[in-house]
């Protein structure tokens, strides 16, 4: 199994900035990707930003510019910096993890942390 712990969610107001991390624990032989997804009040979850191994990042179009993502691939952790936050970015940030337990393509695992609440006040 994998285990996600986040941290660095909290209060702030429009325009501050937050650092969101994750650090990943567990069977984990190889990990092909990192990031962060988002869930606001009534709405479905969304992609905030995912960082692969290559060092390739996808990220949501309403991010783009403010938040920035970082990966340790030794420590298997990985920061989202969030800037310029706006009462939009309000929601549970959650990190997951995919990649493989062991050699075999059979292993594939694909965790998600408890998630960390954001708040943004206007």
Not at 38 to 58: D, H
Not at 82 to 87: I, K, R
């Amino acid at each position: 199994q994998v285990q996600l712990v986040e941290s660095g969610g909290g209060l702030v107001q429009a325009g501050g900035s937050l650092s969101l991390s994750c650090v990943a624990s567990g069977s984990i032989f190889s990990m092909v990707a990192m990031g962060w997804y988002r869930q606001a009040p009534g709405k479905q979850r969304e992609l905030v930003a995912v960082r692969n191994s290559g060092g390739g990042t996808e990220s949501g179009d309403s991010v783009k510019g403010r938040f920035t993502i970082f990966r340790d691939n030794a420590k298997n952790t990985v920061i989202l910096q969030v800037n310029n936050l706006e009462p939009e970015d309000t929601g549970v940030y959650y990190c997951n993890a995919r990649g493989y337990s062991t050699r075999s393509t059979y292993s594939v695992f694909d965790a998600w942390g408890q998630g960390t609440q954001v708040t943004v006040s206007s």
